[in-house]
């Protein structure tokens, strides 16, 4: 179980945020000089250097959405630059891409990172630029919400790149991109249907991954415990029955693959901060705000505390929580993660995500429970943090590419990279963790700082 630091601030932390940052600056300019584009996009490191990995085209948008958000803490005008030619020359043609279910992913982590930076009055004045920014999130919110699988009880999901019959846990992530595309159609009164299913869709898809993906110590299975994460739903796409939970990347169905929890705690985290911006009578068809937000705001605190409970002292994860090597391994939850050891692997980039979900959910102006535990998941989230931004997490070597070490993508398909002398995967960055570590570098960083509050929109 995580040791929770009861009196760290992000003040405290500045610091080390602002070290990140600078070690970062020599990152984004190392991945640009020796990353040749048409090679695809860069996913982990072998040997300190980014490799691609065709599967599917998720990662690019993390590389491009980086050098934004080192712009956004240092006001380095060259990554802003960097970005906006390298967006506009390889991101445009993936808002249209209806293959996959990572939009928000590839296209808010550019398109509306430059957007936000836009209405925060952080660019010039590019007006043709910001139009198509705008354009490019409005059809890529359409798309992503175009893969459809209805389900029995009228309501329906995302479905993955595996096919109709599939719901993933990450996914949740992607609803920023329905919730932009919504949000850039105007105002409530200028809204037509057409444009309000956007909004059904993504609240439609969260209560059925709050449903289906999230279990709350109900009985379901055996091993239903309170906020454990099945990474992956089935369902029958002729009649949208439920079948069965499953997994890609998790050791079981019935055990918890890490980053899938990371990516519903801070998925739900960040749309009850959007739905809150929003109009009651906006809420109003789907039962209304203290009904859509209730469904939400569950899952993500059974989540939460799931994570709390089954990660290492310092807050880094194994990989999943029922991962076999983990019982040669002691009381391994009473003492700080090992990435170094023989059975299994940790993943930081889950910890990057977690972090940043429970950041967001202690700080979620609550209308509940929220309020009471509120504190302790922001204590949580910098006591995760602390950790990240220090070795054997940070990378202090000028020659690797990555930010934040021991990083894992694909434990079961054996993709990561074994250094000669040890037995399991360590050492090793992927592009979305040091993305999330920088995202939540940033968010920590403006509150050190007292700048505004960082959400995926603009709330003003």
Known sequence: MIRIDPALTPKDLQPRLERLFELSAAKVRLLEREWNPRRGAPV?????????????????????????????????????ERARRRIAQYMTGYARNTEVHDHGFNIVSTFGGLLRLAQEGRLEGRDNELASCARTLKTSGTVQASRWTPTVDGQGYIYSFNGRHSLFADTLRSLRSLALAHALHGSVGKRSQRQLWLLRRLIQHASVTA????????????????????????????????RCPSTQQGFSPFSTWTRGLAWVLLGFAEELEFLATLPEEELE???????????????????????LDETPADGIPYWDTGAPGLLNMGDYLSRPADPFNDYEPVDSSAAAIAAQGLWRLGTYPSRSETGKAGRRYR????????????????????????????????????WDFVPPGHKIPCGESSIWGDYHTRELALLLLRQARGEPYLTFFHSS
Do not use: N
């Open 44 to 80: 982990t490191t072998v040997r300190g250097k980014y490799v691609p990995r065709e599967w599917t085209d998720w990662t690019r948008g993390f590389q491009y959405g980086s050098l934004l958000l080192q712009f956004d803490a240092t006001g380095d005008l060259w990554c802003l």
């Open 211 to 242: 449903k289906y993906s999230v279990y709350y110590g109900e009985g379901r299975d055996i091993y239903d415990v309170w906020g454990r994460v099945a990474h992956e739903s089935l369902f029958d796409p002729t009649d949208g029955g439920y």
């Open 285 to 307: 068809p789907f039962g209304g705000r203290l009904k859509v937000e209730a469904t939400m705001l569950r899952a993500a605190q059974a989540t939460a505390d799931f994570y």
């Open 379 to 414: 204590q949580a989230a910098l006591t995760v943090a602390q950790h990240l931004l220090d070795e054997p997490y940070l990378s202090t070597d000028p020659h690797h590419q990555g930010l934040i070490l021991h990083s894992v993508y694909h434990r079961p398909r054996g």
